[in-house]
């Protein structure tokens, strides 16, 4: 039986939320996963047949503890790792309630936007830093 390559490019919704203080919320990539120790803004892979918005507020959900009440599309762009491509659609999460938490055991931080240059982020999300915050704060 012939083996199918699996699909490279995962598609994945990308999460900035601000708190009262003017904050961003980062993660650190916990020891059992790819990239471990890199930090990243929260979000995740689409599921088949999710949107963009679904896989956010599931994300969000289901790693943070925070209920997504509304978002707002920032941009997309694609990213290539050595053994994947993503496809990255950031949103700026305008409402949220909840107390993060890292469910999946990761650590989290909230951050001040000048703060982040300080932090090993994933190429995909550190090459977007600057455009981040200009759009967002």
Not at 11 to 26: P, T, Y
Not at 84 to 98: A, D, N, P, S
Request: with cysteine; glycine share 8%; aromatic share 8%.
């Amino acid at each position: 039986m012939p083996t199918i390559e699996p699909e490279r490019t995962l598609v994945v919704a990308v999460g900035i939320a601000v708190d009262s203080q003017g904050r961003l919320l980062v993660g650190e990539r916990p020891a059992d996963k790819d990239y471990a120790g890199q930090w990243e803004f929260p979000g995740g892979k689409l599921e088949p047949g999710e949107s963009v918005f679904d896989a956010l507020v599931r994300e969000f959900r289901e790693e943070l503890n925070l209920q997504v009440g509304s978002a707002q599309a920032l941009f997309s762009c694609r990213h290539s790792y050595p053994d994947r491509e993503v496809e990255l659609h950031f949103w700026q999460v305008t409402e949220y309630q909840g107390r993060a938490e890292g469910l999946e055991g990761q650590n989290l931080r909230w951050v001040h936007a000048e703060e982040l240059v300080s932090l090993h982020f994933l190429e995909g999300n550190r090459a977007l830093l600057e455009k981040v915050c200009s759009m967002v704060l």
